[in-house]
């Protein structure tokens, strides 16, 4: 799979990436912006399956980016430490959130949902090096991808973005 992060601080940009390349090896991080332009551009040069994005940087909203795409096919992570009233709008309700702060035990809880869902799953299929699948007896594919979860150590101020 195939990730960028949107996140304007590095400190958040640092621990996510620590936490993400531990915790989920399937996982490239193939870019990372610290602003929704830079967010866009990345989205439409590296076609990512996932992005984790902020949801307020300095230049705006993720929800600005979002509403710029016209066919999205990747997941969107949203992170943020102040209860959004935006997350619970129904036009973003398809979109995973983790608040600040939070356990890695989330980050690892988000990437399975997201792997055991019907559109992450055509693409793990597809991209057989990474998936280690099996057909039963009515060929459906059985996914055995897991996110693992190493410690139980948690992160005052860990930010996903």
Do not use: W
């Not at 193939?30 to 996932?50: R, W």
């Not at 090096?129 to 992160?155: G, I, L, W, Y």
Request: charged share 30%; glycine share 2%.
């Amino acid at each position: 799979m195939r990730a960028i992060i949107i996140e304007d601080e590095y400190n958040s940009q640092d621990a996510l990436m620590r936490i993400l390349l531990e915790q989920c090896p399937d996982l490239n991080i193939i870019g990372v912006a610290n602003s929704i332009a830079e967010g866009l551009k990345l989205l439409k040069e590296k076609q990512p399956d996932i992005v984790f994005a902020d949801i307020h940087t300095e230049d705006g909203d993720i929800f600005e980016l979002i509403d710029q795409i016209e066919k999205r096919d990747f997941n969107i992570v949203l992170t943020t430490s102040d209860e959004d009233d935006a997350l619970h709008d129904k036009k973003y309700e398809d979109m995973e959130h983790i608040m600040k702060p939070y356990c890695q035990k989330n980050i690892v809880e988000v990437m399975n949902k997201i792997r055991k869902s019907g559109k992450m799953k055509q693409l793990l299929f597809s991209f057989n090096k990474n998936v280690t699948s099996q057909r039963n007896t009515d060929n459906n594919p059985k996914e055995k991808v897991e996110c693992n979860f190493k410690h139980n150590a948690c992160f005052s101020h860990f930010f996903m973005a």
